[in-house]
């Protein structure tokens, strides 16, 4: 079974603070992905990597960048967290070569920013 | 761009059939995903469609019609534990990304 890691379920932060959330993932996964998910919005990409060192945006990438130095690595990075950026956000991964893989999900970090 | 449509919320009755309907408009499209998300954790691989028509997995079926932009998720025999929301999304053939709808949130009563 795939297993996805996200190092917290709950994290409590101020305002102005940067923020790491991490990923692992344990099945040698080409892609992994960084999403939030708000009450109305539904899953809204951040950003996501297919390699070791790349990265491309998704759709609200402002406010966030990511790091992947390790292909089993993926880190979400807020630069000053604001409260506007309290959500739930959920890593995936999935295997490359094409868009017909599933994406394998963590258990979501729900980051509350006071 | 890209669009998908799906009921905000639904109802059931335990033991009774339903479909929980999906429409998009992208380009590019190469395939349809259905995922359940129960509250608080994360979401599920529940199925695939690339091909018109409909694929059967137990209590669950999901079929697509490409030339209408349209899938549905049929869940049959339904069980409490299938309150959950469903989300459709669609994959595409430039790259890996998939992009969900809003979701449908599944409410079953006894």
């Known amino acids: 079974d795939v297993k996805v890691t996200q190092s917290s379920r709950y994290l409590v932060k101020r305002t102005g603070e940067k923020v790491f959330l991490e990923c692992v993932q344990d099945m040698d996964h080409e892609n992994m992905f960084w999403y939030r998910q708000d009450p109305g919005l539904g899953l809204r990409l951040i950003y996501f990597?297919?390699?070791?060192?790349?990265?491309e945006k998704g759709d609200i990438p402002e406010g966030y960048s990511v790091s992947r130095e390790k292909k089993e690595r993926f880190s979400l990075i807020l630069e000053s967290a604001s409260t506007n950026q309290t959500s739930m956000y959920l890593c995936?991964?999935?295997?490359?070569?094409?868009?017909?893989?599933?994406?394998?999900f963590g258990d979501g970090t729900r980051l509350s920013i006071l | 761009g890209q669009n998908i449509d799906q009921p905000t919320e639904m109802t059931a009755t335990e033991g009774a059939i339903v479909q929980i309907n999906c429409t998009y408009q992208?380009?590019?499209?190469?395939?349809l995903f259905w995922y359940q998300q129960h509250a608080g954790e994360a979401p599920t691989f529940l199925s695939y469609n690339v091909l018109d028509g409909l694929e059967e997995k137990g209590r669950f079926s999901s079929f697509l019609s490409r030339s209408k932009g349209y899938s549905y998720l049929l869940l049959k025999e339904l069980q409490m534990k299938d309150s959950a929301s469903y989300l459709c999304a669609v994959s595409h053939f430039r790259d890996d990304k998939i992009i969900f709808g809003k979701g449908t949130r599944l409410h079953i009563l006894p």
């Open positions: 992208t380009s590019g499209f190469n395939g």
């Open positions: 990597s297919y390699d070791v060192k790349m990265k």
């Open positions: 995936a991964s999935s295997p490359g070569g094409g868009g017909n893989q599933p994406q394998h």
